[in-house]
């Protein structure tokens, strides 16, 4: 081999791979932050009211982001914070014992935030997002069941991604002892989140 032919051998191999780093730099997860502003987000809940019916509400403020490449889903993270002063069942005065020293403690305790660990269990658009939840000054870890909702362009010029996730907490994992009856040891949790992709 001459020394032309090397050289351009050199620069063949250096240029693919220069090729393959930004092909793996451009498959790395992208940012997103949650579209609570469009309200295009909600977080839900649910208990039995004496085991005769369903009590619903939501947390009206809550904030976060999470970072997603749909190549690698199991990288994924979320982070969000919810302000439990916020807690709204369209009843006032219900309203108003939630956020008392028998519930979430607002008092003391007026966020409550999730920090995911791992994700697991990948198939189908689905996983499971393991992380610790922090409520009424209580951490513990929970699973959220995950499904895809899809991702896209906007209308805007942005690029969205959307997922609905659940879980159930038992209520004295988190220091939450008010009697309720048996059939309501535990809350349902319902989760719609829109991130809007950084740029």
């Keep these: 081999m001459n020394l032309a032919t090397a050289t351009r051998s050199f620069i063949t191999k250096s240029l693919a791979g220069t090729a393959l780093v930004i092909a793996a730099a451009g498959t790395q997860a992208a940012d997103y932050v949650i579209d609570n502003k469009g309200a295009h987000a909600s977080i839900n809940f649910a208990i039995q009211h004496l085991g005769y019916s369903w009590l619903t509400g939501r947390f009206n403020t809550f904030e976060g982001s999470f ?81 895809k909702v899809g991702e896209g362009k906007d209308p805007w010029g942005g690029y969205r991604a959307g997922f609905s996730g659940e879980t159930k907490l038992n209520l004295k994992d988190f220091n939450i002892n008010y009697n309720l009856g048996p059939a309501s040891e535990s809350v349902k949790l319902w989760l719609n989140v829109e991130g809007i992709r950084k740029k």
């Design 67 to 147: 970072s997603y490449d749909a190549e690698k889903p199991a990288a994924s993270t979320v982070n969000v914070t919810i302000d439990t002063t916020s807690v709204d069942s369209n009843h006032a005065e219900r309203d108003k014992h939630l956020r008392g020293e028998d519930f979430l403690n607002t008092g003391k305790h007026p966020k409550a935030t999730f920090t995911s660990t791992a994700v697991n269990n990948v198939a189908d658009g689905g996983f499971d997002l393991v992380g610790n939840l922090t409520l009424n000054g209580v951490t513990k870890p929970v699973t959220i069941k995950v499904s």
